[in-house]
């Protein structure tokens, strides 16, 4: 799919590859092949589950979450990593941890750790957010908090643009456990 700039069809052409849509699985699919677009928008089949290990380089965490596509599982295997960018998921891609005591996510040096696009899951991990934001929700499209302990972050969860869907998940020691709204 080439993706066209005509307001009609939301799927912009990539400004860098103006034979490539721009984000084709996250806009509408109005001229895309299938439900995640053309070629180069995604693939078709089973999903694929990627375990990380607290020992692979920060480059090797974020081409995992790059390479992942809608139906994705990414593991961050028992340990603390520390990261330095927003982990930006694409819709209906999910990251797991192996119990929030065991696995932790602290904030090396983001404005916000995580930001969920649509359909999103977290569950069993720890995010330390060291004074900055949690995680922040841009799709009315619900995501999924599961088993998650926020702490120690200017906000845990803001749904300014954004729903989600909390279970037995906890808040502590944030300046702002929860925002809605702008």
């Known amino acids: 799919d080439k993706g066209t700039n005509v307001a009609a069809f939301q799927d912009r052409a990539r400004p860098d590859n ?17 439900a995640y677009g053309g070629p180069t928008a995604g693939r078709v ?7 990380l290990d607290p020992e692979d380089s ?27 960018d927003t ?8 990251i797991y941890g192996e119990g ?16 969920l696009n649509g359909s999103n899951r977290i569950a069993d991990l720890e995010i330390n957010g060291d004074d900055d ?8 499209v619900p995501s999924n908090l599961q088993n998650v302990v926020i702490y120690n972050c200017s906000t845990g969860l803001s749904l300014d643009d954004g729903a989600c869907e909390v279970y037995f998940s906890v808040f502590d020691s944030n300046t702002n456990d929860i925002t809605i709204g702008g």
């Open 100 to 115: 929030h005591s065991k696995t932790v996510i602290k904030n090396g040096g983001s404005s916000s750790m995580f930001q």
């Open 58 to 84: 920060l480059g090797t965490w974020e081409d995992a979450i790059a390479a992942a596509y809608p139906g994705d599982i990414i593991i961050f295997q028992k340990g603390t990593y520390t990261i330095t």
């Open 87 to 94: 982990i930006i998921l694409k819709s209906q891609v999910s």
């Open 133 to 140: 934001a949690g995680i922040e929700v841009r799709s009315l």
């Open 18 to 34: 103006g034979l490539a849509a721009d984000v084709p699985s996250i806009e509408g699919i109005r001229n895309d092949i299938g």
């Open 45 to 51: 089949g089973h999903t694929l589950v990627t375990k």
